[in-house]
């Protein structure tokens, strides 16, 4: 099986659990995953002050290189609407094909459905946010994850565990999903 290289990105204010917890269990899984800030440095600040230095800056990346963009919720998916590369490059790659994936947590379904990715689609978002789901024609629903075609949605900070485990599972299959699972002592 071909390796699979995720890219996840960083905005400053992103929440700490949805960014580390999926990075974590997709490397534990064998997957390549680049952090990728949004802006012109690699140290991006978090909504609770945490510093991460990211692999890349988003200038430096080929999007074409990845199976899946993985985005972060928080208080600073707001930023994420103040990069348009990010932007024209997430609506692009929700097109290429079946093979390429999205995946957004917490606030940042909002990112995908003000792109009109998420229109007659199953989605979940963090409950404040389900009316800008439900204004771009999102079927909401209430799981903790759910993939939709190409599409992976989360609710927040405590599901994401569930988001990366969903994520696991679209690229690498349930089994893989399921070992990483009892690895860590999840059920």
Known sequence: MEKKKVAVFLANGFEEIEAVTPIDL???AG???????????????????MKILADKIIDEIDFSEYDMLILPGGPGV?????????????????????NKKIAAICAAPTVLSSLGILEGKNAVCFPACENELVKGKAVLGK?????????????????????AFEIISELLGKKEAEKIADEIVYK
Do not use: P, W
Not at 40 to 49: G, H, P, Q, T, Y
Not at 89 to 94: E, G, M, P, T
């Open 26 to 28: 997709l490397q534990r």
């Open 31 to 49: 997957i390549t995953v680049d952090t990728v800030s949004i802006t012109k440095d690699n140290l991006v600040e978090s909504a609770r002050r």
């Open 78 to 98: 707001g930023n994420y609407f103040n990069s348009q590369t990010l932007l024209d490059n997430v609506l692009k790659f929700s097109k290429d094909n079946e």
């Open 143 to 163: 799981d903790r994850a759910v993939t939709d075609g190409n599409v992976i949605t989360s609710r927040s900070a405590g599901t994401a565990l569930d988001f």
